[in-house]
T-cell receptor, first 114, second 110 residues
Framework: KAGVTQTPRYLIKTRGQQVTLSCSPI?????VSWYQQTPGQGLQFLFE???????NKGNFPGRFSGRQFSNSRSEMNVSTLELGDSALYLC?????????????FGPGTRLTVT | SQQGEEDPQALSIQEGENATMNCSYK?????LQWYRQNSGRGLVHLIL?????REKHSGRLRVTLDTSKKSSSLLITASRAADTASYFC??????????FGAGTRLFVKA
């Protein structure tokens, strides 16, 4: 099976711009979770989608949003970028079923905001 | 969902030695997972141990779970330089929200 893919891998944006990141999960997986990783804050949970519905979200401002399509692919959007949004953004896919599920992570998108 | 707290924060050992890292959590769990992250890359799932299991093995990895103490440990035997990475535990309480701690940074010297 192909792994989780994220595009683009690297991105440089200017403050105030917006950005859209994409994640394609492993075939058959219906859950996609997004995380932000920075040296100062570590790995932080952004949100989780299952069958196009957001089931949970972390403590991020409304500038961070996401969605999931019927084929389970997911996108996250960050509007009005700030310098502090520079981070590695990771997505993870899983079966999404209750009772314990392993998450498979993509390689991440490295976002730099200047 | 809750955060696991890994201990120690950092660990440096010689190749061939064993590495042990611990995880503590606060409430009842369904299962607990361990992940590894090599520098600047995505996380890799290592092992999942369910709440009714006490020990689990996978290759050179041994994970124990003590639900009475709300703690888990990950043992890597005969460490290799390639094991150099950050290791995270993820206690799962079923909320579809994984909260990762700061992790244990393992450095294996060749």
């Amino acid at each position: 099976k192909a792994g989780v893919t994220q595009t683009p891998r690297y991105l440089i944006k200017t403050r105030g711009q917006q950005v859209t990141l994409s994640c394609s999960p492993i075939s058959g997986h219906r859950s996609v979770s997004w995380y932000q990783q920075t040296p100062g804050q570590g790995l932080q949970f952004l949100f989780e989608y299952f069958s196009e519905t957001q089931r949970n979200k972390g403590n991020f401002p409304g500038r961070f949003s996401g969605r999931q399509f019927s084929n389970s692919r997911s996108e996250m959007n960050v509007s009005t970028l700030e310098l502090g949004d520079s981070a590695l953004y990771l997505c993870a896919s899983s079966s999404g079923l209750a009772g314990g599920y392993e998450q498979y992570f993509g390689p991440g998108t490295r976002l730099t905001v200047t | 969902s809750q955060q696991g707290e890994e201990d120690p924060q950092a660990l440096s050992i010689q190749e061939g030695e064993n590495a042990t890292m611990n995880c503590s959590y606060k409430t009842s769990i369904n299962n607990l997972q361990w992940y590894r992250q090599n520098s600047g890359r995505g996380l890799v799932h290592l092992i999942l141990i369910r709440s009714n299991e006490r020990e689990k093995h996978s290759g050179r990895l041994r994970v124990t779970l003590d639900t009475s103490k709300k703690s888990s440990s990950l043992l890597i035997t005969a460490s290799r330089a390639a094991d150099t990475a950050s290791y995270f535990c993820a206690p799962d309480t079923g909320g579809f929200k994984t909260i990762f701690g700061a992790g244990t940074r393992l450095f294996v010297k060749a």
